[in-house]
């Protein structure tokens, strides 16, 4: 799996410790998007199947 911001599609994130960052959620504890400080969640993990086909498509146009 791979991790990619849904809100700006970035793949750098940093860890976070509650109040230290500035970040959308100042409560969050764990990984925000490295570009937009937007709070990391499922649906910023892509499985490894979802990659493996988007690479086929784009090998086969």
Request: proline share 7%.
């Given at each position: 799996?791979t991790?990619?911001?849904?809100?700006?599609?970035?793949?750098?994130?940093?860890?976070?410790v509650?109040?230290?960052?500035?970040?959308?959620d100042p409560?969050?504890?764990?990984a925000?998007?490295a570009?937009?400080?937007?709070?990391?969640?499922?649906?910023?993990?892509i499985?490894?199947?979802?990659?493996?086909?988007?690479?086929?498509a784009?090998h086969?146009?």
């Amino acid at each position: 799996m791979t991790i990619r911001c849904s809100r700006c599609g970035c793949a750098k994130f940093f860890y976070t410790v509650p109040g230290k960052e500035k970040v959308d959620d100042p409560d969050h504890h764990g990984a925000c998007c490295a570009a937009c400080g937007k709070p990391i969640s499922l649906r910023d993990v892509i499985p490894l199947s979802s990659l493996h086909s988007a690479s086929a498509a784009r090998h086969v146009e």
